[in-house]
T-cell receptor, first 115, second 112 residues
């Protein structure tokens, strides 16, 4: 595809359920980032992948959050036992290489609502 | 503790006039700064950047100014157009490799 795609675009879940959010980066982009934007807040870094490895997981807020990337392409962010404070827009971005910020393109995001 | 601050949540400007969006940072290790523009239901898009070795970078109607001593940067849009109406985020990084730290954004409304 031409850009970064994310699915689902919206997700409503009940507290305590697990959710999986998917990101398809731009073909050829080796770096992939997950961010979240809570209401009234800026974008908060969660995790970064270079290829399939995650050198920087420092932004994951708790051990309920995990992510993986396979084949140097698609990434999945999993939130276990969701809490209401997990409600946010989860944004994925990819870039040609780590630190190549001007080539970083964002997807449209997944809006997660935990009831 | 917010390392990147955008203290104006919103700004309203008349079409054709100058828009000035401000950003302050606290981490003196930050040496590369970016501005992103975000429309509703879309991801942010890169607008313009500046390295700490410069104090100004210009791209068409957009100019970013950096004042390192004040730890302050600003984005100027001249002339402002209705299509510029969006949320603008300031972001910073250290040595270009640490994760971007974003401000909370400023919503710009350009009134025709």
């Amino acid at each position: 595809g031409a850009g970064v795609s994310q699915s689902p675009s919206n997700k409503v879940t009940e507290k305590g359920k697990d959710v999986e959010l998917r990101c398809d980066p731009i073909s050829g982009h080796t770096a992939l980032y997950w961010y979240r934007q809570s209401l009234g807040q800026g974008l908060e870094f969660l995790i970064y992948f270079q290829g399939n490895s995650a050198p920087d997981k420092s932004g994951l807020p708790s051990d309920r959050f995990s992510a993986e990337r396979t084949g140097g392409s698609v990434s999945t962010l999993t939130i276990q036992r969701t809490q209401q404070e997990d409600s946010a827009v989860y944004l994925c971005a990819s870039s040609l290489a780590q630190g190549a910020w001007e080539t970083q393109y964002f997807g449209p995001g997944t809006r997660l609502l935990v009831l | 503790d917010q390392q990147v601050k955008q203290n104006s949540p919103s700004l309203s400007v008349q079409e054709g006039r100058i828009s000035i969006l401000n950003c302050d940072y606290t981490n003196s290790m930050f040496d590369y700064f970016l501005w992103y523009k975000k429309y509703p239901a879309e991801g942010p898009t890169f607008l313009i950047s500046i390295s700490s070795i410069k104090d100004k970078n210009e791209d068409g109607r957009f100019t970013v100014f950096l004042n390192k001593s004040a730890k302050h940067l600003s984005l100027h849009i001249v002339p402002s157009q209705p299509g510029d109406s969006a949320v603008y985020f300031c972001a910073a990084t250290s040595s270009g490799n640490t994760p971007l730290v974003f401000g909370k954004g400023t919503r710009l409304s350009v009134i025709a």
